[in-house]
């Protein structure tokens, strides 16, 4: 390996046994082209090849990333239906693109233009990197021979804190009079009075400020208890069936919703004992769904999701929460069991890793994401 310069610019040359020939790069600056030759060893001492540095099959053929995205679509396992429409999105943007052209610098150019085009916000670009990236993880592990190195993903590749806005992209943006987006980190928890009033709105009592009171719905009342009790997501609630649930031992058996490519993952859930009466009345000698909300087709669970959805933004705003979400009403459920402590009340009920199973992650670190701790909760430990 070696920096040359010739004539005003300077050339990185790089030798390696895992490249297919001798690999040349000329840069305006000798830092530039030793950060390049930095960057590049870094990866190559791995045994990662970037991909626009291999012959592969995607050169010759040029393949569009189109063409991927559909290929994608129709895989084994495929990707999750959460991730169709994002997909497709992709595809409208980018799918013209044939995959030779998707090197480290493209990547660059393409968050920089979700950035100054369409100013999305940090999460947003970072769900359109990394569902093109598995789109190509998927290419290159269907077309790799197995007796070649495969070449890396150009997507895997880009820096941490990528999506986050510069302050030069700021003053781009500013120009056009607009802001750079932040990450919106929910954090929304009851406050004092706020799970009264829910309680209340749910039994038909009316809201002094309100023309009338809510129709009254012990289905619905009994889902938001569940949500709230459990930490479900709303359709792993709505779902439920009836044989799902074991009074004996007062446990109940959530089909998750984030199993990898749509596959249902099973869990279960200890149920806390305000919530057993109810289930226990609604089971007794019943099988099947639990809720009416859902007739037992498919193709209509997002047509449910959306109108329980609205009925909850509705309940909320009705109870003078108008900035309270149903999912927030899983970060409390998170915090609850966080808090919990045991009958002899000397220490916590559970662990970070049994709190993780029962919301159904794989991950400690979505436990650091929910837990919405509050300090006064904390300071009140000492009196």
């Not at 053929?61 to 129709?74: P, V």
Request: proline content about 5%; aromatic content about 8%.
């Amino acid at each position: 390996m070696a920096i040359i310069q010739r004539g005003d610019r300077w050339q990185v040359r790089i030798d390696s046994k895992l490249l297919p020939r001798k690999h040349f790069a000329t840069f305006n600056s000798k830092v530039e082209a030793q950060q390049y030759q930095t960057h590049l060893m870094s990866m190559i001492e791995r045994g990662v090849v970037p991909v626009d540095l291999v012959e592969t099959p995607d050169h010759r053929t040029g393949l569009k990333l189109a063409t991927l995205i559909d290929n994608y679509k129709l895989s084994s396992p495929g990707p999750a239906p959460s991730d169709l429409a994002n997909l497709d999105r992709i595809k409208a943007e980018v799918g013209q693109v044939t995959l030779d052209r998707v090197t480290i610098t493209w990547c660059d150019k393409w968050v920089s233009k979700l950035k100054l085009e369409q100013n999305l916000a940090p999460g947003s670009i970072r769900k359109r990197v990394e569902g093109l990236a598995r789109v190509v993880d998927w290419h290159i592990r269907k077309t790799t021979p197995i007796d070649q190195t495969a070449p890396a993903n150009p997507l895997r590749l880009m820096p941490k804190g990528y999506s986050t806005y510069t302050a030069k992209e700021g003053e781009v943006l500013a120009q056009a009079d607009k802001a750079p987006k932040k990450d919106q980190h929910r954090e929304r928890r009851f406050a004092p009075g706020e799970e009264d009033r829910i309680n209340a709105s749910l039994a038909g009592i009316k809201n002094p400020s309100k023309q009338r009171p809510l129709p009254q719905d012990d289905d619905f009342k009994l889902l938001y208890e569940i949500i709230l009790n459990t930490g479900v997501r709303l359709r792993e609630g709505y779902w439920i069936r009836c044989e799902d649930y074991d009074d004996a031992r007062g446990l109940l058996e959530i089909r998750g919703t984030k199993g990898h490519g749509g596959v249902i993952k099973r869990r279960t859930v200890p149920v806390v004992p305000s919530l057993r009466p109810a289930l226990r009345k609604r089971c007794k000698g019943k099988k099947g769904l639990l809720f009416k909300f859902w007739d037992g087709e498919p193709d209509n669970l997002d047509k449910v999701t959306n109108a329980l959805s609205k009925r909850f933004t509705t309940l909320f705003a009705y109870a003078d929460m108008p900035d309270f979400t149903e999912h927030d009403l899983r970060h409390e459920a998170t915090c609850r069991w966080a808090t919990m402590r045991n009958k002899q009340d000397n220490g916590w009920m559970w662990s970070e890793l049994e709190i993780c199973k029962i919301m159904g992650w794989k991950k400690t670190d979505m436990f650091l994401r929910y837990a919405s701790l509050r300090g006064e909760d904390l300071a009140d430990r000492f009196l």
